[in-house]
């Protein structure tokens, strides 16, 4: 799998975080790149036809984080709320969130946004107890 990493976040910490939430879908997964925005806090998008994700999320600063996700779907339609403390928490978010969806067409699920938040959620609580850290330099 190809994994282009524009961000901070050590190349071994994406890839733990990939082989987490990408379980299960093999090599029907040809890449994923990984950036900052300053647009929204959390952007992804699962391409099908090239069989890529995009994970873009803000860059860590003492301004921003933490942020609570799913304040006002919760009261609507009955979200997981949870925090992301950095940007780590944030990709792993971002990425499992899109792996979801992406997941789901391959095996023609029904696709919603409150069933992809619950495995971003399901996947950051994962990684939050087996404590993952990368091991190498950003080159």
């Given at each position: ?80 709320v ?5 940007e ?6 971002v ?10 067409h ?11 938040e619950?495995y ?20």
């Amino acid at each position: 799998m190809k994994v282009i990493n524009h961000t901070e976040i050590p190349d071994a910490t994406i890839r733990l975080m990939i082989k987490q939430v990408a379980k299960g879908m093999g090599r029907k997964i040809k890449g994923v790149t990984f950036c900052y925005t300053r647009r929204h806090p959390f952007l992804g998008h699962a391409h099908y036809d090239t069989k890529m994700l995009s994970v873009a999320f803000a860059k860590n600063s003492s301004n921003y984080y933490p942020v609570s996700i799913n304040q006002q779907r919760h009261i609507q339609f009955n979200f997981p709320v949870y925090d992301v403390n950095n940007e780590e928490e944030n990709c792993l978010a971002v990425l499992a969130h899109e792996a979801y969806h992406f997941r789901a067409h391959l095996n023609g699920w029904r696709n919603t946004e409150k069933r992809a938040e619950t495995y971003a959620f399901k996947h950051l609580q994962k990684w939050r107890s087996s404590n993952h850290k990368g091991e190498d330099k950003k080159q």
